[in-house]
């Protein structure tokens, strides 16, 4: 039996959990016009953040906190700008993606 490539790829997605499986969230709220995942684009790189607050047990609801406010200081003079249209519940599953990152 033969197994096509995009067969393969979505299996693959699919058992990745939320490493993949959020970024379509991510770019459709514009997120990905200043982060990346693994390097620094105008914001800091999620795995960077995710490094940071591995240790933070409060660093969920702080990071929904922050993105949902805004703010600058954390990661150098860049701002972060308030996200006032995101839902609640896709924020915090952003924020869940960035800090599940390895």
Known sequence: MKISPAVVFTVALAASGSVFADLPLAQAQ???GCHQVDKKLVGPAWKDVAARYRD???????LVKKVREGGKGN????LQPPNTTTSDADLQ???KFVLSLK
């Open 93 to 95: 599953r952003l924020v």
């Open 30 to 32: 514009g997120c990905m």
């Open 75 to 78: 990661w150098g003079d860049i």
């Open 56 to 62: 933070d047990k409060g660093a969920e609801a702080k």
